[in-house]
């Protein structure tokens, strides 16, 4: 029950906020959160300890999964020693598009502003062509250089040299996955679920999810906006392989942190029990049942679960749907009141 997520930008990690912030208020845990905003500190290597939601002197926090810049020994401090870490990867490339996509319409980001001006008909190219051009200063606030490296905590004092030397991006590795107890991979999310719903004993529905943030919302957004004609770039899905190319020269750390998590990830995948894919395959059937009764508002009340092997029979009401498919700002506002119903506060 003791779990530190960390919620890397862009790698389907507020579908994960939102499965952990269930499990949180169905539990009545404690939540390490801050109390105003959504993150707690991703532009910042340290908590900010009078900005947090406070329990009581001597306890510790069962949980954490909002935006932080991961430090290892400034988190500890606020959890039991039986916690586990957690973290999740995506490709790189495809995390990349989806981030500047993403604060483009939802932030007006300044960074993708500057270079839809400089090029208007294909910023991503204009970006992946002159990257140093368009770096944030300080680097930690940087959405776009190596951003899922920079969440899992690395050195920013020597963040070139770091890029520019194997052997340096190999420590940051070896230091990483010594703290983290299991690394999801987005490719391989239903997987990954099941090994982590295993990994911590939960159950299947603790683990089952509506898919937020998705590419489908930045389209549907980019519809409704005036004058979208020159936005054609937005509803690009495919990119040619100097695009990857020249991603992967950029971020050099980010390429080097995913190869290493998917391959951890693959050979565990390989080593779970026989029966794995049938959990997975039920799991995944679960999924499209859940998500096509919670869809449609006007059907049944709730939906019946029957029993697996792999689980006990259980029931989605339509209070779960709701909590599955509000969006980090409203489920983190209700994190927050059970946190001061929790302590009166």
């Not at 939960?202 to 590419?215: A, E, P, Q, R, T």
Request: hydrophobic share 40%; proline share 3%.
């Amino acid at each position: 029950r003791h779990v530190v997520f960390l919620k890397v930008h862009k790698a389907g990690s507020t579908t994960m906020l939102n499965i952990l912030s269930r499990f949180a208020l169905s539990r009545q845990l404690n939540v390490l959160m801050h109390n105003e905003t959504t993150d707690l500190s991703q532009y910042n290597t340290k908590i900010p300890k009078t900005k947090v939601m406070s329990i009581q002197i001597g306890e510790k926090y069962d949980m954490l999964f909002h935006h932080i810049v991961f430090n290892h020994t400034d988190v500890a401090q606020f959890f039991p020693r039986d916690v586990k870490y957690i973290a999740i990867v995506r490709n790189p490339f495809d995390s990349f598009i989806s981030m500047f996509k993403y604060v483009y319409t939802r932030w007006n980001h300044h960074t993708t502003k500057a270079v839809e001006r400089t090029n208007p008909r294909d910023p991503i190219k204009e970006y992946l062509t002159h990257p140093l051009n368009y770096s944030a200063s300080p680097l930690i606030t940087d959405l776009f250089d190596n951003r899922m490296s920079v969440d899992f905590g690395v050195n920013l004092t020597k963040f070139r040299e770091i890029k520019k030397s194997p052997k340096e991006i190999g420590n940051f590795i070896n230091k990483i996955d010594k703290v983290f107890d299991f690394v999801l991979v987005l490719e391989y999310f239903e997987e990954s679920l099941v090994m982590l719903k295993r990994l911590m004993g939960w159950s299947l529905k603790d683990i089952v999810f509506f898919k937020l943030n998705s590419f489908k919302e930045i389209i549907k957004k980019t519809e409704n906006t005036k004058n979208n004609s020159s936005k054609d770039w937005l509803m690009v899905r495919e990119y040619p392989e100097e695009f990857r190319v020249m991603h992967r020269q950029w971020a050099t750390i980010d390429y080097a942190v995913y190869s290493h998590f998917l391959r951890v990830f693959k050979e565990k995948m390989k080593s779970q029990s026989c029966n794995f894919e049938g959990e997975v395959d039920i799991f995944k059937q679960m999924l499209t049942k859940v998500n096509t009764f919670c869809s449609n508002k006007n059907g049944m009340n709730s939906l019946n679960i029957d029993q697996t092997m792999w689980s006990k029979t259980f029931e989605v009401t339509r209070n779960d749907c709701s909590l599955m498919t509000i969006d980090e700002i409203e489920i983190t506002g209700i994190l927050r009141k059970h946190m001061r119903v929790l302590y009166r506060k």
